[in-house]
């Protein structure tokens, strides 16, 4: 089954823009991640929530949980060029799991300047 | 701040031959992780590892993969004979823990199997 399906899939957006991109999966989760990459290289943790929190902030970045929807929400404020990267959401399912994490397509974020 | 690497960066390699790609996770760090990544498509759990031992894997790790830790800082995946579709970036991961836990990623071995 599909999970941590993430939308829009691509989202482009002026420098000093704000950025909201969903994410929603089907199963049971211990906690949801938000990854970036960059074109080709490594995924860079960003942020980890877990299913009995419904908001969570990093700096620029706020993350919201909605257990009862099964999704998630990352929002990037005041976006700038570095910003533009691919974001993934990966899940954690309950119950049992040694811990892999199951990612969704991501939304390629473009910001320009 | 400690970080995982990985090597090389990228490799070439022939159908059939055998491929080992390393990676040293974050010392501390007690779960390592295996995920790959084929070209425009999502990231893939291959296989976990925990205790010297394989904790958990998908259909994709079968018996061509195979996963060492020959020392107390290497990781290593092993594809015993390499197949076109076995091209992708391979990712290496550690955790502290386990349960989904934030998992630090290594920046990838791009494989290309001509």
């Known amino acids: 089954s599909q999970q941590g399906e993430e939308d829009p899939q691509a989202l482009s957006i002026q420098e000093g823009e704000n950025a909201t991109m969903n994410c929603s999966y089907k199963t049971s989760i211990n906690n949801l991640q938000w990854y970036r990459q960059n074109s080709g290289r490594g995924l860079v943790h960003l942020i980890l929530?877990?299913?009995?929190?419904r908001e969570k902030h990093s700096g620029r970045l706020r993350v919201t949980l909605d257990t009862s929807k099964k999704s998630s929400s990352l929002l990037i404020t005041a976006s700038r060029a570095a910003d533009t990267a691919s974001y993934f959401c990966a899940t954690s399912n309950y119950g049992g799991s040694q811990g892999n994490l199951i990612f969704g397509k991501g939304t390629k974020l473009s910001v320009k300047p | 701040e400690p970080e995982v690497t990985q090597t090389p960066s990228h490799q070439v390699t022939q159908m059939g031959q055998e491929v080992i790609l390393r990676c040293v996770p974050i010392s501390n760090h007690l779960y390592f992780y295996w995920y790959r990544q084929i070209l425009g498509q999502k990231v893939e759990f291959l296989v976990s590892f925990y205790n010297n031992e394989i904790s958990e894997k998908s259909e994709i790790f079968d018996d061509q993969f195979s996963v060492e830790r020959p020392d107390g800082s290497n990781f290593t995946l092993k594809i015993r004979s390499t197949k076109l579709e076995d091209s992708a970036m391979y990712f290496c991961?550690?955790?502290?823990?386990?349960?989904?836990?934030?998992?630090?990623f290594g920046p990838g071995t791009r494989l290309l199997v001509l």
């Open positions: 929530i877990r299913s009995n929190e």
């Open positions: 991961a550690s955790s502290v823990e386990t349960g989904g836990e934030t998992q630090y």
